[in-house]
């Protein structure tokens, strides 16, 4: 069995924060895709090794280069 370690998060808000918080916790590689990397309540995952990518979600390029690598979205 297959274990993941690269994990591409999609809204860090309400829900989303809980399984980021999570993921950073087993010491998985977390990147968070947002519209703007200056909010407040990102910026706690950022100070744990978290990657903020900043993404168009209108441009299918930008979802994808932010997506590479990643093992589950």
Same mark, same amino acid.
């Given at each position: 069995m %297959?274990?993941?370690t690269k994990f591409a $998060?999609?809204?860090a808000g309400c829900v989303g924060s809980g399984i980021v918080d999570g993921l *950073?916790? /087993?010491n998985a590689s977390v990147t968070i895709l947002t519209r703007d990397m200056a909010k407040a @309540? *990102?910026?706690p995952f950022k100070n744990r090794d978290a990657t903020l $990518?900043? !993404?168009n979600y209108e441009d @299918? %390029? %930008?979802l994808? @280069? /932010?997506l590479v690598g990643? @093992? !589950?979205v």
């Open positions: %297959s274990t993941f $998060v999609i809204g *950073l916790n /087993a @309540e *990102l910026q $990518v900043q !993404v @299918e %390029s %930008s994808k @280069e /932010a990643k @093992e !589950v």
